[in-house]
T-cell receptor, first 115, second 113 residues
């Protein structure tokens, strides 16, 4: 089982739509969770951290379910500028597969917002 | 306050040559990480360094690859005798500590011809 798994997409949605991405992780000892955004041929940029209580930043809402080892990202009122690849990222607290607390990236879910 | 600076942005090497990728972390950041992203793939961890120390190199290929972060100057990722399969985007990231997310540089795109 991969450490972080995401549906690769692509998700093709019209402007104004609501879209949700899901992610599962395999290491129950993971302690920190993030969503990054990566535009084509650019570096990943931190979108938001994910907390157990859930958190919201404008049109973006992130949720964490530790029992199911599941993370989600909801984007409301999609904009053309939201088109990108969204990376689910997990940081383990201990030595797991050699990661020793480093960030582990999913392959990403590609979003394309159309006019 | 400059972000993470990587150079060169693009690097072309012939098979068998050496590639040197440089990364200057953000001011105040002493933790540096190198990741590799193959075309259409996710980012894969390679190595984690603090000043003058390699903390975790579990993601580094056993041969031809090395990394350093000297007391003065940028972190260097060195690939000897490059092969076509080394063609990828190499991203460096830095952080002030181990508890938060990282800030990434713009990456170096290595092409081996």
């Amino acid at each position: 089982r991969k450490e972080v798994e995401q549906d690769p997409g692509p998700f093709n949605v019209p402007e104004g739509a609501t879209v949700a991405f899901n992610c599962t992780y395999s290491n129950s000892a993971s302690q920190s969770f993030f969503w990054y955004r990566q535009d084509c041929r650019k570096e990943p940029k931190l979108l938001m951290s994910v907390y157990s209580s859930g958190n919201e930043d404008g049109r973006f809402t992130a949720q964490l379910n530790r029992a199911s080892q599941y993370i989600s990202l909801l984007i409301r009122d999609s904009k053309l500028s939201d088109s990108a690849t969204y990376l689910c990222v997990v940081k383990s607290s201990s030595n797991y597969g050699g990661s020793q607390g480093n960030l582990i990236f999913g392959k990403g879910t590609k979003l394309s917002v159309k006019p | 306050n400059a972000g993470v600076m990587q150079n060169p942005r693009h690097l072309v090497r012939r098979r068998g040559q050496e590639a040197r990728l440089r990364c200057s972390p953000m001011k105040g950041h002493s933790h540096v990480y190198w990741y590799r992203q193959l075309p259409e793939e996710g980012l894969k961890f390679m190595v984690y360094l603090q000043k003058e120390n390699i903390i975790d190199e579990s993601g580094m290929p056993k041969e031809r690859f090395s990394a350093e972060f000297p007391k003065e100057g940028p972190s260097i990722l060195r690939i000897q005798q490059v092969v076509r399969g080394d063609s990828a985007a190499y991203f460096c990231a830095s952080s002030p500590d181990r508890t938060n997310g990282y800030t990434f540089g713009s990456g170096t795109r290595l092409t081996v011809v």
